[in-house]
């Protein structure tokens, strides 16, 4: 069976939104694959595409409704779009996490000011919650700080990396009271504000092309109307497994595609390339797998059990591990085909990296699923 197929049962006939998911997979193959090359090559920065994907209804699908949420939707637009371009597929995470955090906000200024704006593409964004989401488990400390003033706060620090950025950009972090011990404030970055800096990074080994940022705060003014949550702790908790499981459709897609490129090569290297150890059946597997846990995780993301908790990481942890090993097998399976660089199997050996290394790092998910939080 066809992972193609695979896909279809996954979003069972209930989802009102298979339509949406559909729409995204027929962008992604008609207007996207044309310009996966120059998004990789970092000449790129495909924002025209970003909205046009939301008018499509990309980003709003995840919205909570009456207190319940459902990400299926989201994370099956993600993986068509990873299934064409790992760069896009960040993108696509970066806008809906930005999406999530506004509709999940308790500040009713904030969520009828930007919403719908996020969700829509008008306003364009993402996230710098690397850097606080290590910090939870003790892994580094908080960059930003911020005091309180009149009508709001004042931040200054610098954050190394934020993508899906540009001049009228949002991007949802977190600063540390430095005039209240132990206090976190989450809230959005606007890349307007002339007190924040866009540093552009050096090349990157992939995803040159998602508008990536060193992002400095130079005493930066922040209204309450941009405050997402204080405390942000519980807000925290309440986001983070959508934040992660939405990662699963980078992955997804990603593998999907390795698994084409192995199939493409099946007819005139088979017959040598059947005594490697990893064949695309098992990858098939895994990817179908993978989409029966995501899918059964994605209608529940507020679960605030721990055992549902332990199931986000370990998927997440499972999902960088085989993104790499099935982008390792599809070079292997192209061999010199797949050694030019006018081919996508070196590109999806280092999107596939990413998936391993972005926030939760491969290493981080290992120090959480092994209890030790700080
Ligand atoms: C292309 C790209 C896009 C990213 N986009 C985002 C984003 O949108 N939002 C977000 O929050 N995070 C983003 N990140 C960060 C990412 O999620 C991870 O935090 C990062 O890859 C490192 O994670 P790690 O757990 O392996 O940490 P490690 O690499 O083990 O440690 C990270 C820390 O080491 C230091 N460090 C290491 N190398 C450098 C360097 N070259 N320059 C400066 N400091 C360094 C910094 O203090 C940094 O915080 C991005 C990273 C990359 C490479």
New binding site residues.
Partial sequence: MGSLAVSRLAIDEALPSASIADQVAVIARKELAPQALAIDEGTLYPDALLRRLGEAGAWGSHQPVDGAADLRCAIQSIASLGEVCGATA?MAW?QNTLVWYAANSGNPELVAKFADKFASGEILG?????????SFFG??KL?LKGRKVEGGYVVRGA???????GPDHF?G?IFEREDAPGGIVMFLADCANPAITLQP??P?L???G?G?Y?VQFRDVFVPDELILAEPAGPFVKKIRAGFILLQAGMALGLIKDCIQIMDEVEAPLGHVNRYLPQQPLQFRELHAEFEKETMALARDPYNAEDGYWRRVIALRLRAGDASVAAAHAAMLHCGARGYLKSHRAQRRLREAY?VA?????T??LRKMLAGDEH
């Fill in positions: 960040f970066c993402g996230t710098g919650l690397s850097n606080p989401m290590k892994i580094e960059k954050l190394p990396w934020v993508s899906n950025l991007f972090t990074c050096k990157f992939a995803m040159d998602t990536t060193g990413f290394i972005v926030t939760p790092a290493k981080q």
